[in-house]
DNA sequence: CCAGACGTTGTT
DNA sequence: GTCTGG
DNA sequence: CCAGACGTTGTT
DNA sequence: GTCTGG
């Protein structure tokens, strides 16, 4: 799954502004090691057939929902069932997004002790991941709010964890983007096939405790391993 | 009909 | 055990 | 995702 | 808002 990630600015303004339209301006980004479900982050969304940046809040608040809430797990929506779940599948048809980070998080269970990994891309600056995003409002407060999409892990990922995010190639990104793809098409970048070379670094522990903000939540414990295409 | 859910992962 | 906060 | 709280009354 | 369960 994906419940923690990381946004490095430098590298990673670079990489959204190849996947933003050439002449929308650049954003602002500040470095975060250690994001939360529940935290602000930025997205990649398509309005009036445009791709825009904006703040979102990690924890998907449906537009119908009473109330923000986290009663139900909303960070993350499995992909098998976004065509067909009340809370996901109008945000599925026509509101999907891409959340770009520098890498993720997977804790792997290693003699009953959780073991944090740093998944990041073997050769881009960013990692492309597939979300969804609503907007809700009541009377004068307005939530903007994503998921990230989760799905079976390829074979080659499947020791470091039995879901992750959904990564997704440039031109993979387009597909997902853009707004008149019919949801069907879009059954091959939700199947368990890596399509975005990675590389998995173990990290110290630090990372565990989500109020640590710092650049030792990526402080290496051990070596990379790299992860080909399939 | 009304009431209540609407979600994910992992684990024993 | 389960919910809230980050 | 993981960590940490989970409670009440009255007071400096 | 819309579906499921009773």
């Known amino acids: 799954m994906c419940g923690r990630f990381n946004v490095v600015s430098a590298p990673l303004t670079q990489f959204i502004m190849e996947i933003l339209d050439s002449d929308t ?16 982050v930025q997205v990649v969304y398509t309005e009036a057939d445009r791709r825009c940046l904006a703040s979102m809040r990690w924890w998907l608040v449906p537009h119908w929902a009473p109330e923000p809430s986290t009663k139900y797990s909303m960070f993350n929506a499995k992909s098998e069932t976004l065509a067909t779940s009340r809370a996901f599948r109008d945000s599925f048809k026509s509101r999907r997004c891409i959340v770009p980070v520098s890498g993720y998080y997977e804790w792997r269970t290693e003699q009953s002790v959780k ?21 809700w409002e009541k009377d004068e407060r307005v939530v903007y709010s994503c998921t990230i999409v989760t799905a079976e892990a390829p074979q080659s990922m499947q020791a470091l964890h039995r879901r992750i995010p959904v990564h997704l190639n440039r031109a993979e990104i387009t597909q997902w983007l853009a707004v008149e793809t019919a949801t069907e098409s879009l059954a091959a970048l939700l199947a368990p096939t890596l399509r975005v070379p990675l590389k998995i670094t173990p990290v110290s522990s630090y990372v565990n405790n989500a109020r640590h903000k710092d650049s030792r939540c990526v402080e290496p414990t051990g070596p990379s391993v790299r992860i080909a295409l399939d």
């Open 25 to 40: 301006p650049v954003p602002h980004l500040s470095t975060e090691y250690n994001i939360a479900p529940t935290e602000q």
């Open 115 to 135: 073991v944090p990994y740093y998944v990041e891309a073997d050769a881009d600056k960013g990692l492309a991941l597939a979300g969804l995003w609503d907007r």
